[in-house]
C-alpha cells in the first residue's frame, strides 16, 4: 500500500484496526477452547485427514503463524465450511489478479478524480450540496458503486496474490479455494452473505454472536447477533483513525442485513419459497443501497485519501 508523502498513513487504520480485532477475538476463543486445535495434513489430497504434526520449535512457529493468518481455518479443526472447489491454475489466477488490480485502480481514480475533495486527509461526503437533488443522489450512488469495486477488488485482489505465492510454495489447490462468488449475482440477502461475499470473519461472528443471539431467540436472534458482532467490528475499526465510529450508517448497515435476512427467514415460512429469481435480485440490490450511506460515513473520516500507486512527477 503506497500513501502520498504528504500526508500520514491515517486512512489505513481502518483496515488495520479491523484485521487487528479479528486476530484479537480469534485468540481470545483458542485460549478458552477444551481440545487442542489439530492441523490438517498440508501436502495430502484433501482437507480431511488430521495428522500430528511433531511439536517441534520449527513446527510450532508455522503452525501459530498459519493459524494466526488462516482466516477461514482451512487445514485446522475449527470449522471451514468453505472449501467448496479447488483453486484454479496459477496462470487463472494470475490473470485474475492483474484484472482486478486494474479494475481496482479505476474504480479508485474515478472516486478522487469526479470528487476531489474525498482525496483529501480531513474527508468530505459523496454527496455534493451545491448539486440539485436527483444529480446529487445519483453522483453519490455511483460513487458507492465504485467504493464496493474498490472493496472486493481489494480483498479478491490480494487473496489471488497470496494464492500465487501458496501455490508457488507447493500448496495444495485444496488449500486456497476461492475466496467469493460473483456477489453481484446474488438474488437474496442469504445468498450474498452465505457464501458470494467472502467469509474471512464468517467464524468471528459465529462465535460471538450467532451462538449467543442463538441461545436467547433462535435463528432470528443468531442471524442478529452475527451482524451486531459485524457491526461493531466495523465501526471499531473506523474508530482507529481517531475520529469517532458513526453507528447510523456503518453499524446500522450490517444490522440491516441481519434483518432482511429475518425478513427472508419469514417469507420462506409463509409462503414455502426462497427468496431469488428476479425480484429477488432486485430486493437484493435495493437494500444494498444503504451502503451508500456507510461509505459516505467512511468518506467524510478520509478513509478515500489514499494513493495505493506512486505518481510520476
Known amino acids: 500500500m503506497r500513501v502520498r508523502q504528504t500526508q500520514p498513513l491515517e486512512p489505513c487504520l481502518c483496515e488495520i484496526g479491523v484485521i487487528t480485532q479479528a486476530i484479537a ?27 500430528k504434526r511433531p511439536l517441534s520449535i520449527p513446527n510450532v512457529l508455522l503452525d501459530a503463524s498459519d493459524l494466526v493468518f488462516n482466516q477461514r481455518g482451512i487445514r485446522w479443526s475449527w470449522p471451514s465450511p468453505y472449501a467448496k472447489e479447488p483453486s484454479p491454475s496459477i496462470a487463472t489466477v494470475l490473470v485474475k489478479f492483474l484484472f482486478k488490480l486494474v479494475l481496482f485502480d479505476t474504480a479508485h481514480y474515478l472516486m478522487q478524480s469526479i470528487r476531489p ?78 457464501f458470494r461475499w467472502h ?17 436467547l431467540l433462535g435463528k432470528p436472534g443468531a442471524c442478529i447477533g452475527a451482524f451486531a458482532v459485524s457491526a461493531a467490528l466495523h465501526d471499531l475499526g473506523l474508530w482507529g483513525l481517531g475520529r469517532g ?36 435480485y432486485v430486493w437484493t440490490m435495493l437494500t444494498m443501497c444503504w451502503g451508500t450511506l456507510m461509505i459516505d460515513g467512511w468518506a467524510r473520516r478520509g478513509v478515500v485519501a489514499s494513493d495505493f500507486f506512486p505518481e510520476r512527477r
Open 25 to 51: 477475538l480469534r485468540s481470545l476463543e483458542w485460549a478458552l477452547i477444551r481440545k487442542p486445535l489439530q492441523r490438517y495434513q498440508p501436502f495430502s489430497t484433501g482437507p480431511n485427514t488430521p495428522v
Open 199 to 215: 467469509q474471512f470473519f464468517r467464524h468471528i461472528f459465529v462465535v460471538y454472536g450467532a451462538r449467543s443471539g442463538g441461545a
Open 245 to 280: 465510529i458513526e453507528v447510523r450508517t456503518t453499524g446500522t448497515f450490517f444490522l440491516l442485513m441481519g434483518v432482511g435476512i429475518v425478513f427472508e427467514f419469514g417469507f420462506k415460512r409463509l409462503t414455502g419459497r426462497r427468496v431469488g429469481g428476479f425480484w429477488g
Open 117 to 194: 475533495s474525498l482525496n483529501e486527509l480531513k474527508g468530505d461526503s459523496l454527496f455534493d450540496p451545491t448539486m440539485s437533488p436527483i444529480p446529487r443522489y445519483a453522483l453519490a450512488a455511483f460513487l458507492g458503486t465504485c467504493a464496493a469495486v474498490v472493496i472486493y477488488t481489494t480483498v479478491d485482489g490480494l487473496y489471488h496474490f497470496a494464492t500465487i505465492i501458496g501455490r508457488f510454495l507447493r500448496q495444495p489447490e485444496w488449500a486456497w479455494p476461492p475466496l467469493s462468488d460473483r456477489p453481484w449475482t446474488s438474488t437474496s440477502i442469504i445468498e450474498f452473505w452465505s
